[in-house]
């Protein structure tokens, strides 16, 4: 297994563009199915979850083929509706493809997902209002089996605001008989830049960014429009990357990203005596003298969860002591015991973390729990006295398209290393 060897404290500077978002292209892969007409994305980024779920499209029949910097794809000969266990077991976003293929062929087995254990993430809001779209559904021997003899329209409110729900639902919708409309849906950028995928192909949806979506069903998949297409930044990669640089009291440009998709952290950090230049595709981080703040998450616009455990680490080293409230997932704070082993000071009280601030870190060896705690223990890491060997970093390759090198890009003291199987 791949570990990062970090050499700190870190000093930063430079300019360094962010990725695609691959919460954005996720669920866009999984809207190729939709269409029987070519699609062409740009610049996927290459990590894990991309690759599996372009093996998980492969498997289902889709073409898939790359040349330079734009992939397409050919879904005009499905040759099956079943996403087994083996291709879906280590992503959740692999229950996506219920929807589009549900609408498209009227019948899907899909199995149970898998991913970050960081929560139960129960897909209860998909398929309950997959029913209200007269689908018949069942989970047997952890597949849930879709039927219907053609969807129908329907008004649902989420109960929550799930992206997985957002999507899937707005996606089924396309082939359902008249206008649905989705109130309450998720407003998170990467909701919306599918929106905008999908009415680049053709379709017709209203209220894309908002709580409520209108989508003009009553499509087959020889409607669609053939297209070519490029995700928004990530934004979670973005804001990784200002608060390492806060954390290094550095001053780098973070290039490709919108900065109103960050409106809120950034808001935040500010609060917390951040100090940045903002342009249309732009943020410049400046250094900063940090002070202690009170941060909850919550669903878009309000503060990622994505980013909890970033901002957490970056709190060891503000004024005063900090308290984060995770309202979104219930097994959020993992990395918090590899914190305290870098010399973090945090308390937990059921989902609140008080973190001591002006906090030296020294390094040590550390292992990796989920996706972002990963990026957390990066940030420490480069913070830290001595040096941190970061292990099973497979979690952080989820996520964060060639990290490291765009770290040692802006100075940082990061090697990836394979010694072998270790504990």
Same mark, same amino acid.
């Given at each position: 297994? *791949?570990r990062?060897?970090?050499?700190?404290?870190?000093?930063?500077?430079?300019?360094?563009?962010?990725?695609?978002?691959?919460?954005?292209?996720?669920?866009?892969?999984a809207?190729?199915?939709?269409?029987?007409?070519?699609?062409?994305?740009?610049?996927?980024?290459?990590?894990?979850?991309?690759?599996t779920? +372009?093996?998980?499209? %492969?498997?289902?029949?889709?073409?898939?083929?790359?040349?330079?910097?734009?992939?397409?794809?050919?879904?005009?000969?499905?040759?099956?509706?079943?996403?087994?266990?083996?291709?879906?077991?280590?992503?959740?976003?692999s229950?996506?493809?219920?929807?589009?293929?549900?609408?498209? #062929?009227?019948?899907?087995?899909?199995?149970?997902?898998?991913?970050?254990?960081?929560?139960?993430?129960?897909? *209860?809001?998909?398929?309950?209002?997959?029913? $209200?779209?007269?689908?018949?559904? %069942?989970?047997?021997?952890?597949?849930?089996?879709? $039927?219907?003899?053609?969807?129908?329209?329907? *008004?649902?409110?989420l109960?929550?605001?799930?992206v997985?729900?957002?999507?899937?639902?707005?996606?089924?919708?396309?082939?359902a008989?008249?206008?649905?409309?989705?109130?309450?849906?998720?407003?998170?950028?990467?909701?919306?830049?599918?929106?905008n995928?999908?009415?680049?192909?053709?379709?017709?949806?209203?209220?894309?960014?908002?709580?409520?979506?209108?989508?003009?069903?009553?499509?087959?998949?020889? *409607? #669609?429009?053939e297209?070519?297409y490029?995700?928004?930044?990530?934004?979670?990669?973005?804001?990784?990357?200002?608060?390492?640089?806060?954390? %290094?009291?550095?001053? +780098? $440009?973070?290039?490709?990203?919108?900065?109103?998709?960050?409106?809120?952290?950034?808001?935040?950090?500010?609060?917390?005596?951040?100090?940045?230049?903002?342009?249309?595709?732009? @943020?410049?981080?400046?250094p900063? $003298?940090?002070?202690?703040?009170? @941060?909850?998450?919550?669903?878009y616009?309000?503060?990622p969860?994505?980013?909890?455990?970033?901002?957490? %680490?970056?709190a060891?080293?503000?004024?005063g002591?900090?308290?984060?409230?995770?309202?979104?997932?219930?097994?959020?704070?993992?990395?918090?015991?590899?914190?305290?082993?870098?010399?973090?000071?945090?308390?937990?009280?059921?989902?609140?973390?008080?973190?001591q601030?002006?906090?030296?870190?020294?390094?040590?060896?550390?292992?990796?729990?989920?996706?972002?705690?990963?990026?957390?223990?990066?940030?420490?890491?480069?913070?830290?006295?001595?040096?941190?060997?970061?292990?099973r970093?497979y979690h952080?390759?989820?996520?964060?398209?060639?990290?490291?090198?765009?770290?040692k890009?802006?100075?940082?003291?990061?090697?990836?290393?394979?010694?072998?199987?270790?504990?």
């Open positions: 297994m *791949d990062l060897i970090i050499e700190g404290p870190s000093k930063m500077s430079g300019e360094v563009a962010v990725s695609s978002a691959k919460n954005a292209y996720l669920p866009i892969l809207a190729t199915l939709v269409t029987s007409k070519p699609v062409h994305l740009k610049n996927l980024p290459d990590l894990k979850d991309i690759k779920m +372009i093996k998980l499209l %492969t498997h289902l029949g889709v073409v898939v083929e790359t040349k330079g910097d734009v992939t397409s794809f050919d879904s005009s000969k499905i040759l099956s509706n079943e996403a087994t266990y083996d291709l879906v077991k280590t992503m959740r976003a229950i996506l493809v219920l929807g589009p293929i549900l609408g498209r #062929f009227l019948e899907s087995k899909i199995s149970l997902p898998g991913g970050c254990a960081i929560g139960a993430r129960p897909i *209860d809001l998909h398929l309950k209002n997959l029913k $209200k779209m007269n689908a018949n559904i %069942t989970i047997e021997s952890g597949y849930v089996y879709a $039927k219907t003899n053609g969807l129908k329209s329907a *008004d649902i409110t109960n929550f605001p799930s997985g729900a957002t999507e899937n639902l707005m996606m089924a919708a396309l082939f008989d008249g206008e649905t409309v989705i109130e309450n849906a998720a407003m998170e950028p990467e909701v919306e830049d599918l929106a995928f999908l009415i680049a192909m053709g379709a017709k949806i209203q209220g894309s960014g908002t709580s409520r979506l209108s989508i003009k069903g009553n499509m087959k998949a020889d *409607d #669609f429009k297209v070519t490029e995700a928004i930044g990530d934004r979670i990669e973005a804001g990784t990357l200002i608060m390492a640089a806060l954390i %290094t009291n550095s001053k +780098i $440009k973070v290039k490709n990203i919108n900065p109103r998709h960050l409106s809120v952290v950034l808001h935040v950090l500010e609060e917390m005596g951040a100090a940045f230049e903002i342009g249309k595709n732009f @943020i410049t981080v400046k900063s $003298k940090l002070k202690w703040s009170k @941060i909850h998450t919550a669903p616009p309000g503060f969860t994505d980013l909890q455990a970033q901002i957490m %680490t970056l060891t080293k503000a004024e002591a900090s308290i984060i409230r995770e309202e979104i997932f219930e097994n959020r704070f993992m990395h918090v015991p590899e914190l305290v082993r870098l010399g973090a000071e945090i308390e937990l009280i059921g989902n609140a973390a008080i973190i601030g002006n906090t030296k870190l020294t390094g040590c060896p550390v292992m990796c729990t989920d996706l972002r705690a990963s990026a957390a223990l990066v940030l420490a890491a480069m913070s830290a006295e001595g040096v941190t060997d970061v292990q970093v952080l390759d989820r996520g964060y398209e060639r990290l490291e090198e765009k770290l890009m802006l100075g940082v003291k990061i090697e990836r290393s394979n010694p072998g199987e270790y504990l």
